[in-house]
């Protein structure tokens, strides 16, 4: 039996769908490092179970999450291979078996760039996702600045990125970044429909299509996340970066006049 081992990570296996969800609603779902240690074990372990045929990510009805809980975070701001949030993003996306997000509310910085990573994402049309990295001085991670411009071109991804302005869920669905969006008091029934009838599909030729279309990328997904950790590291370290978290903590707009 898959059980979490932390509360904010609840984990339901049912019909041979593991559900996880992120459970911090007082902190908006942001994503401790014992979350990001629990959700890459959670993975691994439903990876290696016959009884999941399916993985489901979601969150609250107002967060899917907030992206990275900054204090905690810069406890351990050394990117290596075993940091959690690595260990989290190497267990979601070599993960065999297929992966959905159901997205509600809001989906920030990780909270987007994971859906990446994911065969299928529902969200509500109002859901409201956003790629700041570099509003706090760091640039993207997980791949994404490889994916994004596959997906929606060179520009939009700029544009994306370097303005780093929410978007919808239906903005999301339009430029191909999520499977589909429907409007929020609909999701629950579209999604579970929808993950019920990949959950009745042929397991293993389910697994091999997914091993398929991941297949050309894979290269080039490797070296964009190394050269990506560098660039996040180089962030991390800079006077940007810390103007950004100081006035993040000081509510208060960032001031980057004598940069």
């Known amino acids: 039996m898959i059980t979490s081992p932390i509360p904010q990570i609840l984990a339901q296996l049912d019909s041979r769908v593991l559900t996880l969800s992120f459970n911090r609603p007082e902190r908006k779902n942001a994503l401790t490092l014992a979350m ?130 929410p978007f919808s869920g239906a903005d999301a669905a339009a430029l191909g970044l999520v499977t589909k969006a429907v409007p929020w008091d609909e999701l629950t029934e579209y999604s579970r429909a929808k993950i019920a009838r990949l959950a009745s599909q042929p397991p293993g030729a389910v697994r091999r299509t997914k091993a398929l279309l991941r297949a050309a990328t894979n290269v080039a997904v490797d070296a964009s996340l190394s050269t990506e950790y560098a660039g996040f590291a180089a962030g991390l370290a800079s006077d940007e970066c810390k103007e950004s978290v100081t006035a993040f903590f000081e509510k208060r707009a960032p001031d980057f006049s004598r940069f």
């Open 36 to 165: 990001y240690g629990a959700l890459a074990d959670l993975i691994k372990a439903a990876d290696a179970d016959n009884e999941v045929r399916v993985l489901v990510l979601t969150g609250t009805d107002e967060f899917f999450t907030s992206g990275n809980d900054l204090m905690d975070f810069m406890n351990e701001p050394e990117i290596h291979d075993n940091h959690p949030v690595v260990r989290f993003m190497e267990a979601l996306r070599h993960c065999g078996k297929p992966v959905v997000a159901v997205v509600r509310g809001h989906a920030v910085g990780i909270g987007t760039t994971m859906l990446l990573h994911c065969d299928l994402v529902y969200a509500a049309d109002d859901a409201r996702m956003q790629l700041p990295f570099v509003n706090l001085g760091l640039c993207p991670e997980y791949a994404s600045s490889y994916l994004v411009p596959r997906l929606v071109g060179q520009q939009k991804a700029a544009e994306l990125f370097l303005l780093g302005e």
